[in-house]
């Protein structure tokens, strides 16, 4: 099983990116699907995350900027991304709890990152 991340770039503040990120291997099934960010000096934080029948919660700072979302039949969520700040710079990584063919358990999951830029 694995995560792969695209969508991310350079872009002015103001603007806006779609990330996106599918889940592939022998999956059973996949719970809850979340976006983290990382900036340079700080600690990974929440993003957004979205429970399998499509509950949602946000962190304070992108509130009604980003919305996420995700397609159960593609295994993929998104990350559209509006009103960008120059804060919002970050390597942002997805994140989901995924039972696997060869798994009685739900495991963590980690894509590999794609990075944001915003300029001012």
């Known amino acids: 099983v694995q995560l792969q991340a695209s969508g991310g770039g350079l872009v002015q503040a103001g603007g806006s990116l779609r990330l996106s990120c599918a889940a592939s291997g022998s999956i059973v099934s996949i719970n809850a699907m979340a976006w983290y960010r990382q900036a340079p000096g700080k600690q990974r934080e929440l993003v957004a995350v979205i429970t399998r029948v499509g509950s949602t919660n946000y962190g304070d700072s992108v509130k009604g900027r980003f919305t996420i979302s995700r397609d159960n039949a593609k295994n993929t969520v998104y990350l559209q991304m509006n009103s960008l700040k120059p804060e919002d710079t970050a390597v942002y990584y997805c994140?989901?709890?995924?039972?696997?063919?060869?798994?009685?358990?739900?495991?963590?999951?980690w894509g590999q990152g794609t990075q944001v830029t915003v300029s001012s």
């Open positions: 994140n989901a709890a995924i039972k696997g063919a060869a798994s009685y358990y739900y495991n963590d999951y």
